[in-house]
């Protein structure tokens, strides 16, 4: 099983990047998927997942209208595009697959776990 995050990098505060994260070795359209990033110093905390079938999609309040979440089942692929960035989106990201039994952010639900890209935003 493997997950390669990738897309991260520097950025200036108001512009965009677009991660990706390609799954292999696993059933990637049975699996509902996720972003979670930790920052310096903190927790890790959920970003946004979709389901299965792409049908929905959840956020967190502080990326809500910025960023978006999709995922190509054929290319056995999710992405997080990401714009409007602040400084405070400054985190390592981290995609992982789930079988969602309650919440979406419960990262108990995740059961494989990518290796992170580091995303910089500069102010």
């Known amino acids: 099983v493997q997950l390669q995050a990738s897309g991260g990098g520097l950025v200036q505060a108001g512009g965009s990047l677009r991660l990706s994260c390609a799954a292999s070795g696993f059933s990637f359209s049975t699996y509902d998927m996720g972003w979670f990033r930790r920052a310096p110093g903190k927790e890790r905390e959920f970003v946004t997942g979709?389901?299965?079938?792409?049908?929905?999609?959840y956020y967190v309040d502080s990326v809500k209208g910025r960023f978006t979440i999709s995922r190509d089942n054929a290319k056995n692929t999710v992405y997080l595009q990401m714009n409007s960035l602040k400084a405070e989106d400054t985190a390592v990201y981290y995609c992982?697959?789930?079988?969602?039994?309650?919440?979406?952010?419960?990262?108990?639900?995740?059961?494989?776990w990518g290796q992170g890209t580091l995303v910089t935003v500069s102010s």
């Open positions: 979709i389901s299965r079938s792409g049908g929905s999609q």
């Open positions: 992982a697959a789930a079988t969602w039994s309650g919440r979406p952010s419960d990262s108990s639900s995740y059961v494989y």
